[in-house]
Nanobody
Framework: QVQLVESGGGVVQAGGSLRLSCAAS????????MAWFRQAPGKEREFVAS???????????YYADSVKGRFIISGDAAKNTVSLQMNSLKPEDTAVYFC?????????????????WGQGTQVTVSS
């Protein structure tokens, strides 16, 4: 069992920045990738960014088109932590942000690729 705990959400004005962090504990040896998803009210959970490792080295990073150039994902494979630096935030970025992790298989932009999830942290961007 892997437990994921997010931190760093909050309220920010449009154009501002926030940094989210996530730490994994438990059977963390079963993680080779971590990701961020978000879910706005009334919408489905959507992919934001992912980072996948091979031998503790970053193997690949992907971003959703909607955040490319504004968000930066980073992680530490040895510590099983992942962060999301969010810059130039827009009101449409408002959502609950979820950390996901596991032995990534299949489409890493799909929720089904990850076996463990955090409880989420609220990000609100005011206009």
């Amino acid at each position: 069992q892997v437990q994921l705990v997010e931190s760093g959400g909050g309220v920010v004005q449009a154009g501002g920045s926030l940094r989210l962090s996530c730490a994994a504990s438990g059977r963390s040896f079963s993680i080779n990738g971590m990701a961020w998803f978000r879910q706005a009210p009334g919408k489905e959970r959507e992919f934001v960014a992912s980072i996948v490792y091979a031998a503790d080295i970053t193997y690949s990073i992907y971003y959703a088109d909607s955040v490319k150039g504004r968000f930066i994902i980073s992680g530490d494979a040895a510590k099983n932590t992942v962060s999301l630096q969010m810059n130039s935030l827009k009101p449409e970025d408002t959502a609950v942000y979820f950390c996901a992790g596991g032995l990534v298989s299949g489409n890493r932009q799909s929720t089904t690729a990850y076996g463990s999830w955090g409880q989420g942290t609220q990000v609100t961007v005011s206009s």
